[in-house]
């Protein structure tokens, strides 16, 4: 599977409610050289390709080809399925009720560490966490909300214990 950066995921996913797919315009924090760098890594990994602008529809134009045509971008299936959707249809498009996409943590590292300690049967608090990781604390409270909820579709709960203080759980695997 293809590794996104963040701004590749929005860019592709924006292209995928657009008629056509097409990619433009682009988020309006990427401009200059960091258009054409992120533009040209997605080209040159077939996630979105170029073709010829209809002006006629007012289609967005990223490059004037010099003969008075324009280029604009498109998502393409590969780049359409590196954000999880399916290409069988014409109109495909994500529904908010999918189920996130499965990855697994690598063994050994710091996210693999606070998996573990959550699903501990005592669980783990900010400070334990904090004390096995070397993070901070807001680095904690951010990997369990950004890592473990919305990227592995984790559900992390926790509660007041007496003499502990806040613990935070995830069920057994």
Known sequence: MTKLTDTQAIILSAASQRDGHIALPLPDSLRGGAAAKV??????????EEVEADMRKGEAVWRETGDGH??????TDAGLAAIGIETGSAEAKPTKD??????????GTKQATLIAMLRAPDGAT?????????????TVRGAMSG????????????????????????PAA
């Open 98 to 107: 999918a189920a996130p996409k499965t990855r697994t943590p690598r063994e």
């Open 39 to 48: 533009v040209g890594a997605m080209l040159a990994k077939g996630l979105i």
């Open 70 to 75: 324009g280029v604009t971008l498109v998502a």
């Open 126 to 138: 900010i400070a334990e966490i904090m004390a096995a990781t070397g993070w901070q604390s807001h």
């Open 147 to 170: 890592a473990l909820k919305k990227k592995l579709g984790l559900e992390v709960t926790s509660e007041k214990v007496e003499g502990r203080g806040r613990v935070y759980r995830l």
